[in-house]
């Protein structure tokens, strides 16, 4: 079974500083997708990122990027330029790919993100 | 608005009680996912409808069921409640292929008293 460890139940950073949160998974599959979710205190699930595990290049989006490392299983997401708004719990996700007919995501147990101003 | 719908937003029922939470998916989703989120912890996957059938099951109690209608709303019947079950639901719709978009809905807060 798939299974997601994010191994920072918190992290802090300075408003504008740089922040990477870290997430690993095991999985025996080859093509599969992966994904960040921000939760603000709303609890509303907003997807921050996505990476196919076919892509070579790591996503990319504004503030937003990925370390993907396949043969590591390794799946980092880096915030640049801090803002207070991306204070949220963040969750590491994990999704077979589709076409074998089971495409629920496996979450990891978040990393709760605070900025300091 | 992400374009699936949850309703109700909140919910505080008794132990023993039964209620129906509901989901519309995103226009032209074909696929809907339960998950439930207990107080700080990650989403846990319930089940999983596509056009009307079951199509996986993941770690849901005897107590619950679920059913996909033929419009493509969904509704999660939880039976019997606990205390336990006190948490969030969240319903997500995606196109059910390769590549397609996953959609959460807002939630439904169940409180169980």
């Known amino acids: 079974a798939q299974t997601v460890t994010q191994s920072q139940p918190e992290m802090s950073v300075q408003e504008a500083e740089t922040v990477t949160l870290s997430c690993t998974y095991d999985?025996?599959?080859?093509?599969?997708?992966l994904f960040w979710y921000k939760q603000p205190p709303s609890r509303q699930m907003i997807l921050v990122i996505r990476q196919e595990a076919y892509k070579q290049q790591n996503a990319t989006e504004n503030r937003f990027s990925v370390n993907f490392q396949k043969a590591a299983k390794s799946f980092s997401l880096k915030i640049s330029d801090s803002q207070l708004g991306d204070a949220a719990m963040y969750f590491c996700a994990y999704r077979r790919d589709p076409n074998f007919g089971n495409e629920k995501l496996t979450f990891g147990t978040g990393t709760r993100l605070t900025i300091i101003p | 608005d992400s374009g699936v719908t949850q309703t109700p937003k909140h919910l505080i029922t008794a132990t023993g009680q039964r209620v129906t939470l509901r989901c519309s998916p995103r226009?032209?989703?074909?696929?809907v996912y339960w998950y439930q989120q207990s107080l700080d912890q990650g989403l846990q996957f319930l089940i999983q409808y596509y056009n009307g059938e079951e199509r996986a099951k993941g770690n849901i109690l005897e107590r619950f069921s679920a059913q996909q209608f033929p419009d493509l709303h969904s509704e999660l019947n939880l039976s019997s409640l606990e205390l336990g079950d006190s948490a969030l639901y969240f319903c997500?719709?995606?196109?059910?292929?390769?590549?397609?978009?996953?959609?959460f809905g807002s939630g439904t807060r169940l409180t169980v008293v």
């Open positions: 997500a719709s995606s196109v059910g292929r390769r590549g397609g978009g996953y959609t």
């Open positions: 226009s032209g989703d074909l696929s």
């Open positions: 999985t025996s599959e080859s093509d599969y997708y």
